[in-house]
Nanobody
Framework: QVQLVESGGGLVQAGDSLRLSCAAS????????MGWFRQAPGKEREFVAA????????YYTDSVKGRFTISRDNAKNTVYLQMNSLKPEDTAVYYC????????????????WGQGTQVTVSS
């Protein structure tokens, strides 16, 4: 059983930064692509970013390119999401997840999810 625990969310003002962390249990963390998703009230869960096994390849949704950076530390079983220049439209619950098959961009391609951390950006 894999457990993913997110932390680092909060209430910030537009233009501020936050760094989210996702700590994973288990010994196979480095064997999986990891991703971040977000879900705003009344909206579907959407892809934010993903990172390859050793961190050499990263993928982002267009709306966060240049502002967000995904990284991982396999020695600590942790994946991060550095969020800069935050906007009110970034307000959502952010989830980390473990990828297991197919497209990195689809929630259905991930098998384990954290409980989520709330990010609220005020204007």
């Amino acid at each position: 059983q894999v457990q993913l625990v997110e932390s680092g969310g909060g209430l910030v003002q537009a233009g501020d930064s936050l760094r989210l962390s996702c700590a994973a249990s288990g010994r196979t963390f480095s064997s999986y692509v990891m991703g971040w998703f977000r879900q705003a009230p009344g909206k579907e869960r959407e892809f934010v970013a993903a990172i390859s096994l050793r961190g050499s390849n990263t993928y982002y949704t267009d709306s966060v390119k240049g502002r967000f950076t995904i990284s991982r530390d396999n020695a600590k079983n942790t994946v991060y999401l550095q969020m800069n220049s935050l906007k009110p439209e970034d307000t959502a619950v952010y989830y980390c997840a473990r990828h297991y098959a197919r497209s990195y961009y689809l929630p259905t391609s991930y098998d384990y999810w954290g409980q989520g951390t709330q990010v609220t950006v005020s204007s």
